[in-house]
T-cell receptor, first 113, second 116 residues
């Protein structure tokens, strides 16, 4: 029969509002996390990373929060702009066992002007 | 800096044919990664090299896939023979250091492969 691909979770926000994108991971040994942005037709682009010895890290307009207790991290984008429209996904790594990153499937963010 | 360069950008081939994807990493970078992205499975690491040496190929799906890095400025990912389920976007990425996943990776634009 016909196979249907997974549909990405979607998030629509008004320009100027804050966006929160969530990610859950399963391996409690994961100790390094990255958020990527992927625009249509392009490769993933590094946004921000965080190590497991931190709960929060801030960049320019972006903040990543890590909750190791529930194995959850979030990406907050302040004052979302149309150029922020893209797919965002997180990656988790157990840094002392090589480079097997485990990537989430992503969230599609649409910014409404 | 031109960034990571991949060729071709699009490839359409028939089942059973050999496919070769090419990557030129950023000059001076010491690690190179090959990824595959599909809607069903997301982004998957296939193999990575440190200083032209393959370090971890556990993500390579099967023997039909092979990757080489003959020098610091060039790598290939070959699929022989290709199958329809290999249809995906293949990304190459490079990073400056050799600590692998914890170095910032810079991705190329990808090669969209369609196997009919």
């Amino acid at each position: 029969g016909e196979s249907v691909g997974l549909h990405l979770p979607t998030l629509s926000v008004q320009e100027g509002d804050n966006s929160i994108i969530n990610c859950a991971y399963s391996n409690s040994a994961s100790d390094y996390f990255i958020w990527y942005k992927q625009e249509s037709g392009k490769g993933p682009q590094f946004i921000i990373d965080i190590r497991s010895n931190m709960d929060k890290r801030q960049g320019q307009r972006v903040t990543v929060l890590l909750n190791k207790t529930v194995k959850h991290l979030s990406l907050q984008i302040a004052a979302t702009q149309p150029g922020d429209s893209a797919v965002y996904f997180c990656a988790a790594l157990v840094s002392n066992t090589g480079n097997q990153f485990y990537f989430g499937t992503g969230t599609s963010l649409t910014v409404i002007p | 800096d031109a960034g990571v360069i991949q060729s071709p950008r699009h490839e359409v081939t028939e089942m059973g044919q050999e496919v070769t994807l090419r990557c030129k990493p950023i000059s001076g970078h010491n690690s190179l990664f090959w990824y595959r992205q599909t809607m069903m499975r997301g982004l998957e690491l296939l193999i990575y090299f440190n200083n032209n040496v393959p370090i971890d190929d556990s993500g390579m799906p099967e023997d039909r896939f092979s990757a080489k890095m003959p020098n610091a400025s060039f790598s290939t990912l070959k699929i022989q023979p290709s199958e329809p389920r290999d249809s995906a976007v293949y990304f190459c990425a490079s990073s400056p250091g050799t600590s692998g996943g914890t170095d910032t990776q810079y991705f190329g634009p990808g090669t969209r492969l369609t196997v009919l």
